[in-house]
């Protein structure tokens, strides 16, 4: 056989060729790119369900926790497990399920100047009404004291006979349980103008948010309530919350709900009365996910403790018609003035047993001169709400049984504009 000879040019090529395909090149190799892909996405899933661990743990919520790490395939989440039953293992149990205290509060106001100047509604604001700034001041107050946000259905709820009983919360030894609850919830037409927060409106995010107009007619969208602003703080700090509780609202309809004039036999003219409904139904939807708990405090904010009976059944069919379609069905009954059915005494009678069928296991009045009282049946659960307001920072200064130091110091809470 006989060869050629090759320049060094040639050879050079040559090698340069041979190196060149002993490379690897990712773009010829599918698979490897797949499999960083797949590694990647798998991280990324890891990282999402580490979070929701995490989120459940700071909720104290450490039996959800465990059984996401135990339930994973994941080597990394499984081994949060022991740290997480050791942490578990260092809860208490809260001594007095009888005696956690409850707080209630009215809408927010905003702009002190509107609310509190020289017309009809001030001192109604300035007796009933907390301030934005008293309000966050607050919250952190009630923080820094260890309270802790739980839904009454967590300490006391039905057995298995349907009886009520109480039931155990597990906190740390430095944590204090505490409901929270706002009263109409309607942003009502009276208020229009006065520095309130106008409705409750759901963002791309679905997250709730207070649309606000200001005195020059700008509209913000954001935190201007009790509401909005309770779930921003609990985003920042999560341990200001029992397995996610958020609070009670409790809800009239002769004004419609979230500031939507939701109600037909109110607003019979109303050409987009289904398209307010629709909203304030995804609004109440939405709060719901959110872990807020919704209650009815009648349908016309009616004195349930003195009304006659034709009135009391009137009033609760139109809860049932036009605001139970919104929120859905409730459980809870929160008095309007506090006006009980029956004072401290148990509860009997027409208006109780009429309450007990129309399907209301929970009823809240209010005393503003104790710190936490409640009441227990087989069939019911009770409990009284102190006022968070006006009148109740008056009677602290006084001296008048006070009874919010507990939670908050009111001389350093209360806003100047007062």
Not at 262 to 286: L, R
Not at 376 to 405: C, H, W
């Amino acid at each position: 056989m006989k060869f050629t000879q090759m320049t060094a040019a040639t050879l050079l090529v040559l090698a340069l060729v041979g190196c060149s395909s002993e490379q690897p090149n990712p773009a010829a190799d599918p698979s490897s790119t797949t499999e960083a892909k797949t590694a990647q996405k798998e991280q990324s899933r890891v990282e999402s369900v580490k979070a929701e661990i995490n989120r459940l743990a700071d909720g104290f919520d450490y039996d959800g926790a465990i059984k996401l790490a135990k339930n994973d395939d994941n080597a990394e989440l499984q081994k949060m497990v022991s740290g997480l039953e050791d942490e578990k293992s260092q809860m208490t149990a809260w001594p007095k399920p009888d005696q956690i205290p409850h707080l209630f509060f009215h809408s927010l106001v905003i702009d002190t100047d509107r609310a509190f100047d020289s017309d009809a509604q001030a001192q109604g604001y300035k007796d009933y009404m907390v301030t934005h700034k008293e309000f966050s001041k607050i919250l952190d107050s009630l923080y820094d004291r260890g309270y802790v946000l739980v839904n009454p259905r967590d300490f006391a709820r039905p057995n298995k006979k349907g009886e009520m009983e109480y039931r155990k919360i597990m906190l740390p030894k430095d944590k204090k349980p505490l409901v929270l609850s706002v009263d109409d919830v309607s942003y009502y037409e009276y208020m229009d103008g006065d520095g309130f927060a106008s409705r409750l409106v759901v963002d791309r995010d679905g997250k709730v948010r207070n649309e606000y107009t200001d005195a020059s007619g700008k509209k913000h969208v954001g935190a201007y309530d009790v509401s909005t602003m309770v779930d921003d703080f609990i985003d920042e700090h999560p341990d200001f919350s029992y397995r996610d509780a958020r609070g009670i609202l409790a809800m009239t309809g002769y004004n419609g709900e979230f500031g939507y004039r939701t109600s037909e036999s109110q607003y019979p003219k109303n050409k987009h009365i289904k398209q307010d409904q629709q909203a304030a139904t995804k609004v109440a939807d939405a709060l719901k996910d959110e872990g807020w708990v919704f209650a009815s405090h009648s349908w016309g904010h009616i004195s349930t403790g003195t009304e006659d009976m034709g009135r009391f059944k009137r009033d609760m069919k139109l809860w049932k018609k036009e605001v139970e379609p919104i929120v859905g069905k409730t459980d809870q009954f929160v008095y309007p003035f506090g006006s009980d059915i029956a004072r401290v005494n148990y509860y009997s009678g027409a208006k109780y047993n009429y309450l007990k069928d129309q399907g209301f296991k929970y009823f809240y009045g209010v005393d503003g001169t104790t710190h936490a009282w409640m009441q227990q049946t087989d069939d019911y659960q009770r409990q009284m709400r102190i006022n968070v307001d006006g009148l109740q920072f008056a009677k602290e200064k006084d001296g008048d049984r006070p009874v919010l130091s507990e939670f908050f110091d009111a001389d350093k809470v209360i806003d100047p504009a007062r």
